[in-house]
């Protein structure tokens, strides 16, 4: 399965598993969604549990609080994450906080599905990476496949969870794992041995990272696409380093971290969002707070800049080889 | 800047920006001429499956049924036996004379924070009535009323006020924001008109899994202005959810008159008929026009007919909270100037007039109420009040933020723990 078939069978898993999984959006139902993720489910499940929703994000994600507050279990997509901010309200004032207002009396087990990422050339409203917003909110909790098998794994631990879940997928490798290289032909999932994607149910806990590759000079940190531009960086220079796949940001396995860097002593992050605030700051803190004794050079981040996603000059701003190359060369000598 | 300076074409009026502005301030004599009140009894009652298209009248108009005599007249006298009304009558009182015992003790220092709902009673207790036990109310912070209707221990809604550790919500929420799935009372946000699209969600599950109970909501008329009273319109027009939408428009959002939610040239109920919404304006001061309704709206929704919208037309009597002063933004009396008048008083001479009720038995209960709230607020005091000592353990401050404690949280438990015994001695 590629990523989109990955995510399609996980939603349809659940649907046949929890009667009260519920899936609204707009363009979800009849047509299965922009990316084709919802594919298939409203004429399978009927249209009271696979609907199209108004275009109203605030909407979409207040009246999947309200389902969850009666007890169902709403997966509403916001089409692109540049156009989650209507919601933000409903988010961050409300799902992540009716369980600790309520003292449990009322909670929101949603999990809100949002294409995200870079290097489609989607310009300034179909590329950002928001997920620092929301890694910055307690209550919530934020996870970002970079695998069709993680996807489908974590998608249905995220729905099965009673935390409100933001679900990131990084939309530039729905399609095949993309390594960096815009100049070279994709890669389909088919080749990558993560596209074995069992039909049933299986789930991958929150909160769990995945180390892809394991090494010692140098531990990367990174999520969602740049896991692959990551890895594939370190194979073609023959750097053993140890390429960490977060997979969920919150929780965030800082066992795995600490365990990693402690052992390698160099630390580098990686990641599409502009780099000011961003997740990586937050990695960046904890690793220093936690492993300073043991690091051997400062903490790097390889990020996105610090202006809005440019369409003609993507490729310049988007943190590919080059960039990933110089700062190992940087962090190893150093 | 430079080329929004250019000269206005001289053969064209300059335009103007109007901003809106209350027809009387402080110093000046209330003005209600404004106000257009129709005759009780005059509005009539359409079929609970009426098309909206057709309730053009009803959104413009004013249901109303107790007359200048205190008798109920016309087609929306709800039929009540005369012992539900001195119940309604009876929950009036009590949440008045617990917005009066709550404020002292706001003035007193027991909390940080009230707000009344003096003069709104008739908006929550009434409608609460005409639901059935198990529908789901999403209120705003000025509906205590409901909790009262559904008989909500009174020294549990203090000890929230006084977070203290009898606090049900174990002192983490603003006082008055409570929170009871219980009594079918969902947890109130500080954030406005949240709970909008929220009860339209509620509503559309229970549709979606063929239950029978419906939700209602409530807010203000100032946040109609939210986008989020938009999303819920138009979600609930959509998928014909089983809801009452009620506006509250006591005419002023804090020192903002309802002229700025648009309320000058149109009335908010007339807003439902626009999203093909059935829509009822309602004296909001009159508690069985409110019941009647209500009860319209909720048989409308129960039997798969879609929601209805009821604008509440009723005066914020007193400020908009204890940390207001309204003498500094409206006329000083306009409270008794107001022409629908007072609720309580209305259900009274309404009682009194059918030979249901009597001055000497409504000033017994009175004493009677002041007591019992008086009673129950001794009664929460012994679990403390804010400001004196630590009522909650520590490590509730990090519970259900999720459902587990994700390691970052024990860790910052820890540290709360570990300051504890510095900050405040034993």
């Known amino acids: 399965m590629n990523m989109i078939e990955a995510i399609n069978s996980a939603l349809d898993t659940m649907l046949d598993r929890d009667p009260d999984v519920v899936i609204l959006g707009e363009d979800v139902g009849y047509f299965g969604g922009v990316f084709r993720a919802t594919a298939g489910l409203q004429e399978k499940h009927g249209k009271t549990r696979v609907f199209d929703s108004p275009i109203s994000e605030n909407g979409i994600i207040g009246v999947a609080v309200g389902m969850g507050a009666y007890g169902l279990r709403p997966v509403p997509e916001i089409q692109f994450a540049d156009y989650i901010y209507p919601g933000l309200d409903q988010i961050v004032s409300e799902a992540a906080r009716i369980r600790y207002r309520s003292v449990g009396q009322f909670i929101a087990p949603m999990t809100i599905r949002s294409p995200y990422g870079g290097g489609i050339f989607g310009g300034q409203t179909h590329s950002q990476s928001p997920e620092s917003l929301f890694t910055h909110m307690s209550g919530v909790k934020t996870v970002i496949p970079s695998t069709p098998y993680d996807a489908k794994g974590l998608l249905i631990a995220a729905i099965e969870c009673d935390d409100p879940v933001v679900f990131f997928e990084p939309k530039r490798i729905y399609n095949g794992p993309f390594d960096g290289h815009y100049d070279r032909p994709v890669q389909p999932w088919a080749k990558h041995p993560a596209s074995d994607v069992p039909k049933d149910y299986y789930r991958i806990e929150l909160g769990k990272a995945n180390i892809v590759r394991v090494g010692e000079a140098v531990t990367v940190l990174a999520y969602g696409t740049m896991v692959h531009v990551a890895l594939a960086v370190v194979e073609e220079l023959g750097i053993d380093a140890e390429v960490i796949d977060l997979r969920s940001l919150v929780p965030l396995d800082i066992e795995a971290i600490e365990t990693s860097v402690r052992k390698t002593g160099r630390c580098m992050i990686v990641h599409e969002a502009t780099r000011t605030s961003g997740f990586g700051a937050e990695l960046s803190a904890l690793v220093q707070e936690r492993c300073f004794y043991h690091l051997e050079a400062p903490v790097i981040r390889v990020t996105g800049f610090d202006t809005p996603y440019p369409h003609s000059l993507e490729w310049a701003y988007f943190p590919g080889p080059i960039r990933i190359k110089t700062a190992l060369e940087k962090i190893l000598k150093d | ?426």
């Open chain 2, 1 to 426: 800047m430079a080329d929004r300076q250019s000269t206005p074409k001289s053969n064209l009026a300059p335009l103007s920006l109007h901003v809106p502005e209350p027809p009387s301030r402080p110093g000046d004599a209330p003005d209600f001429s404004h106000v257009e009140i129709l005759k009780a009894g005059v509005t009539p009652r359409p079929a609970e499956d009426s098309d909206p298209a057709a309730m053009r009248d009803h959104a413009y108009g004013l249901v109303r049924v107790l007359d200048d005599d205190g008798a109920a007249v016309g087609p929306w006298a709800p039929k009540l036996d005369a012992e539900t009304k001195r119940r309604m009558l009876k929950y009036m009182l009590r949440v008045r004379a617990f917005d009066d015992r709550m404020y002292r003790a706001q003035r007193q220092g027991k909390t940080s924070f009230y707000m009344k709902c003096t003069g709104e009673e008739a908006v929550a207790i009434p409608a609460t009535m005409a639901l059935d036990r198990d529908d789901m109310c999403f209120p705003s912070y000025r509906q205590q009323g409901i909790l009262i209707a559904r008989d909500y221990p009174l020294i549990d809604m203090i000890n929230q006020i006084y977070s203290n550790s009898a606090d049900p919500l174990k002192g983490r929420q603003l006082p008055i924001m409570y929170s009871s799935r219980e009594h079918g009372f969902f947890s109130i946000s500080g954030n406005l008109t949240t709970q909008y699209p929220q009860a339209v969600g509620y509503a559309m599950a229970s549709a979606a899994k063929g239950d029978t109970r419906i939700a209602a909501t409530w807010c203000g008329e100032g946040s109609t202005a939210e986008g989020d009273f938009h999303a819920a319109l138009t979600f609930a027009a959509v998928y014909n959810a089983p809801i009452i939408f009620n506006i509250v428009n006591n005419q002023w959002a804090i020192s903002s008159f309802s002229g700025f939610a648009g309320g000058e040239r149109t009335t908010f109920a007339a807003r439902g008929l626009g999203y093909g919404i059935a829509a009822l304006r309602v004296d909001g001061n009159d508690a069985l026009a409110v019941y009647a309704a209500t009860r319209w709206a909720a048989d409308r929704a129960r039997t798969n007919k879609g929601p209805t919208l009821i604008e509440h037309f009723t005066y914020r009597s007193e400020g908009h909270s204890t940390s207001d002063d309204p003498s500094g933004y409206r006329a000083a009396d306009e409270k008794t100037a107001w022409p629908l008048g007072d609720p309580i008083e209305r259900l009274k001479a309404h009682l009194v007039a059918s030979g249901e009720w009597d001055d000497d038995r409504h000033e017994a209960l009175r004493t009677e109420l002041s007591d019992e709230v008086k009673a129950a607020g001794k009664e929460a005091e012994k679990n403390g009040v804010l400001g004196h000592g630590l009522h909650q353990p520590f490590e509730t401050m990090f519970e259900d933020v999720y459902a587990d404690m994700p390691w970052h949280l024990r860790e910052q438990m820890e540290q709360a723990l570990a300051e504890k015994d510095a900050k405040w001695p034993k």
